[in-house]
């Protein structure tokens, strides 16, 4: 079938994207999915720092690349073996497959899937296989979803069911940033009544959790942000306190998320958890980022550092937590949309998270 979406042309291209338009939205053929595969229409997709990753250089992918992890969307066709999965279903689309097989999938979340990041990281499906093709040529995808698209072929394994009140932003937003942000309070941090929680990165990721700990009776939240505007917004949602990083003073906490990717900003982290305290680092930096630690401090003082990709989550698990907290009222996951913009304003969109203006845009189809 036909579709239109964005496609990544160059990596590392120059600023301003709108000028150098390193994303073409074009016209691309998709093929039908294959046995545990499906179709899906896509409602709306979030723009994500992991896209802006793969755009500047960060997070090297091969290309060209149908980009976008963030997402929900209808079935409108499933496999021969996808059984569990009913034509006109909403669903989550998680940016990691989980094959439910291997060594990482046995640790419940603290390791990511081997099989699903290989084929990540070769811009295929779980099954290896490409669905996406222009003028005969192979377009990779991203993360196993390639959501800045008008419709996805993706494994069963890549999307997580949800009922039909939940709408198509706050179900995007579930897949990836609250899963992010908010499954590394919920699985790696396990904030306890009277702790503090704070928050290195008021991105979408950083909200999340920001959000996600606010959810929690009895603890305090701390945001810690260079923005002065991001800062405000974390004081609207709730957040206890709001201070950049320069301004740390004696601040400890018990658990604390690293949520920009900056060698600089989990220094930060490190430096005002608490001792007996966690550390949880959800941020993706460059390949070549090192930071500058104290063993001894970890050890005289018996502080935790963890790293949590896709919030240690197990997607299956979680997303429904997440619905039940949203639904409840605990977690607006709607206060994050900082914008909504069209898929022909992609590259400006990158320009608004480059430049740091953004917390979530979303695309709505």
Known sequence: ????????????????????????????????????????????????????????????????????????????????AVTDLPVGRRVVMTFLP??????????????????????????????GDVRLT??????????????????AVVDRRSVVPVDDDVPPVVASLLGCAVLTGGGAVLNAGHPQPGQTVAVVGAGGVGMAAIL????????????VDRLPEKLNRTRELGAHAAVTPDDIGDLRAEVVIEAVGHPAALETALAITAPGGRTITVGLPHPDARITLSPLALVAEGRTLIGSYLGSAVPAR????????????????????????TLDQINEGMDQLADGNAVRQIIEF
């Not at 997070?59 to 690349?65: E, F, G, L, Q, Y």
């Not at 989980?98 to 099954?127: F, I, K, M, Q």
């Not at 990779?140 to 008008?150: I, M, P, Q, R």
């Open 1 to 80: 079938m036909k579709i239109r979406g964005a496609v990544l042309e160059n990596i590392g291209s120059p600023r301003r994207y709108a000028e150098s338009r390193p994303l073409v939205v074009s016209d691309l053929d998709l093929a039908p999915p294959g046995d545990t595969e499906i179709l899906v229409r896509i409602e709306a997709s979030g723009l994500c720092h992991s896209d802006l990753s793969v755009v500047d250089g960060n997070r090297v992918r091969p290309i060209p690349m149908l980009l976008g992890h963030e997402a929900a969307g209808v079935v409108e066709a499933v496999g021969a």
């Open 98 to 127: 989980r094959c439910g097989e291997c060594a990482g999938c046995a640790t419940d979340g603290l390791a990511p899937c081997v099989p699903g990041s290989a084929a990540n990281g070769a811009g295929t499906l779980l099954s």
């Open 134 to 151: 222009r003028d005969g040529d192979r377009v990779l995808h991203h993360l196993g979803v390639s959501a800045f698209a008008t419709h």
């Open 212 to 223: 996600t700990a606010l959810a929690h009776d009895d603890v305090r939240v701390v945001a």
């Open 318 to 341: 979680d997303i429904p937590k997440f619905v039940d907290m949203w639904r409840s009222g605990r977690l607006p996951v709607e206060q994050l949309v900082s914008s909504t913009i």
